[in-house]
T-cell receptor
């Protein structure tokens, strides 16, 4: 069953702690993305990666870090430097074919900072 | 960089009526315009997209129109049904063709 899997679905964090959100895909997609969703603000791009071992900052990368050591995996770390980390985080993937195409999203991870 | 504005932020229609959501973009080089639907508690899913070489695309009750001169595109839903109730997002490519910039979303409510 092909798809994109995020974990955990819900996560609680104390202030000052780093947390890592997992994103795995078995769609053989080259590109992967992390978006943040806040009420009334749509989806904002945090980081994206077109190929293994390469990634670029999106519009709101401050306080976040990523790695792309494997094609299937694109974990996101929310660091203590992120001022307002409570949000819904969505991972996505797409085929890289020289043209923009459909994004396939995971079910999301909801992070709450206590 | 690319900026995508979406209106309205909320839209309430009677079942059977039509709904129209509009988006404007800033980068005249943009050539791909998708629409995503996100039902409550679920992931966004692509419902229709259009590329800049056409002005309109239809798929059953939904259609998207594109006006490249005015740099805006719209989603049209006809004969709305309660299951159309969701948040709809438009998007356009940013400074990389692999980087999509999303609008702020429209919450559509279809009243039975």
């Amino acid at each position: 069953d092909g798809g994109i899997t995020q974990s955990p679905k819900y996560l609680f964090r104390k202030e000052g702690q780093n947390v890592t959100l997992s994103c795995e895909q078995n769609l053989n997609h080259d590109a992967m993305y992390w978006y943040r969703q806040d009420p009334g603000q749509g989806l904002r791009l945090i980081y994206y990666s077109q190929i293994v071992n390469d990634f670029q900052k999106g519009d709101i990368a401050e306080g976040y870090s990523v790695s792309r050591e494997k094609k299937e995996s694109f974990p996101l770390t929310v660091t203590s430097a992120q001022k307002n980390p409570t949000a819904f985080y969505l991972c996505a993937s797409s085929i890289v074919s020289g043209d923009t195409g459909e994004l396939f999203f995971g079910e999301g991870s909801r992070l709450t900072v206590l | 960089g690319e900026n995508v504005e979406q209106h309205p932020s909320t839209l309430s229609v009677q079942e059977g009526d039509s709904a129209v959501i509009k988006c404007t973009y800033s980068d005249s080089a943009s050539n791909y315009f998708p629409w995503y639907k996100q039902e409550l508690g679920k992931r966004p899913q692509l419902i229709i997209d259009i590329r800049s070489n056409v002005g309109e695309k239809k798929d059953q009750r939904i259609a998207v129109t594109l006006n490249k001169t005015a740099k805006h595109f719209s989603l049209h839903i006809t004969e709305t049904q309660p299951e159309d109730s969701a948040v709809y997002f438009c998007a356009a490519p940013g400074d990389s063709s692999y980087k999509l910039i999303f609008g702020s979303g429209t919450r559509l409510l279809v009243r039975p």
